[in-house]
């Protein structure tokens, strides 16, 4: 008798129909997780706004994706992505859709308004009222004192940000929304809208089984200060890609069928940098010392690049207390930054019989600033 067989990955599955072993073949996996459902503090929420936006600046090149379909990358055409490309949005694009994701809108017209509030701050300097700033005033205030080698006041920030995001930009930002939605979007998320829904009710299943808020915080040692963390589940973001957040207390997260398995990598990932954003402000004089050294002209974005390891070794902490082995979910992984944080992390947890966070950063700094393989990483991470 003739056998068909089919093997996916440790599983092999043989069928006596050649009909049978095709539409296994061909069929998508329905992934799902089961077990008691504890409670994490953790909400997810579908909004329009944030998908055509991030749909709109990944398309044109502004930031990335993985995994999103070719065949859904439509709503702009060619001469208006490369417009876009060449617009201050590909080096303020994550202060555009932070600030997006801080509001509340929901909808196209919602979306439109924050905007509209977003311009009305950087070219009038007009108070917020739609729009939660991603580094609202008080925060600006906070970094400069920290760094004063930033040598601006919120009025020189707001001009750095009107050259950049001029009323042009948003103009050309706000035509390209309107004709993505009514010629592509609008009929796309009347499906799309729904599975991302469908979606969400089992990633909230997902993490009350699992805890990942929980879990990062008993990794790290410290408690999320917010009541709950909001989670916003982003279309183009299939497998991964730019996947941000923004203070204090929202992430946007991944949407393939198998973001039940990873969702725990966005939490670690997104939630940690909130979780452990602080440090910036207490260390900045150790960052500037390092940054003398290694001749690095920006303090403050190399205080984010330590912070990017930093984050990537406990989204790695978390990922083995789930997956049960060691792997790679992140570029910043097995380089020589990374390993000098892992090996400060075991010496601090030796230490104490825990992580102490304020113990380790120390500590990790203090390597950092005499070990030349790592300065040299800094300089170009990989």
């Known amino acids: ?17 050649l009909r049978d072993a095709d539409r296994f073949y061909r069929a998508s996996p329905l ?14 929420k579908v909004r329009l706004a944030d998908n055509i936006l991030n749909h709109v600046l990944v398309i044109s090149g502004i930031n990335y994706t993985v995994g999103f379909p070719l065949e859904f990358a439509r709503g702009v055409d060619i001469e208006t992505r490369a417009k876009l490309y060449s617009s201050g949005l590909r080096e303020e694009w994550w202060f555009v859709a932070a600030s997006v994701l801080g509001s509340e809108a ?37 970094i400069v004192e920290a760094y004063p080698e930033f040598n601006a006041t919120w009025d020189s920030y707001l001009e750095k940000k009107r050259k950049r995001l001029s009323r042009e930009t948003f103009r050309l930002l706000e035509k390209t929304l309107r004709n993505c939605y009514r010629s592509f979007y609008e009929k796309y998320w009347e499906r799309r809208g729904k599975e991302l829904r469908k979606l969400s009710v089992k990633l909230k299943k997902a993490v009350d089984i699992m805890q990942p808020l929980k879990t990062l915080e008993d990794t790290v040692g410290r408690r999320f200060k917010a009541d709950e963390l909001k989670v916003f589940p982003v279309d183009v973001f299939r497998t991964g890609g730019g996947v941000f957040g923004v203070d204090p207390d929202r992430i946007v997260c991944m949407t393939s069928p198998s973001a039940v398995l990873d969702i725990h990598l966005d939490i670690a990932h997104e939630a940690g940098h909130i979780l452990i954003g602080d440090w910036r402000i207490r260390y900045a004089d150790k960052v500037r010392e390092l940054a003398k050294d290694i001749e690095y002209s920006d303090t403050y974005k190399l205080a984010y690049i330590i912070e990017e390891h930093v984050v990537a070794l406990i989204q790695f902490k978390v990922d083995l207390k789930y997956y049960g082995e060691k792997r790679i979910t992140h570029g910043f992984m097995g380089n020589r930054v990374f390993n000098l944080a892992d090996e400060a992390w075991r010496e601090i947890e030796n230490q104490y019989g825990r992580l102490v966070f304020d113990e380790f950063i120390e500590l990790f700094l203090e390597k950092l600033a005499v070990d030349k393989e790592a300065k040299q990483t800094l300089l170009k991470p990989t």
Request: hydrophobic share 40%; charged share 40%.
């Open 31 to 44: 992934v799902d997780i089961e077990g008691e459902e504890k409670g994490d503090r953790i909400v997810f």
């Open 1 to 17: 008798m003739t056998r068909y067989i089919v093997e996916r990955g440790p599983v092999r599955v043989m069928f006596s129909s």
């Open 106 to 142: 929901d909808n196209l017209d919602e979306l439109l308004e924050v905007l509209a509030d977003l311009e009305a701050v950087i070219h009038e300097g007009a108070e917020p009222s739609k729009v939660r700033l991603a580094i609202p005033r008080e925060r600006f205030e906070k």
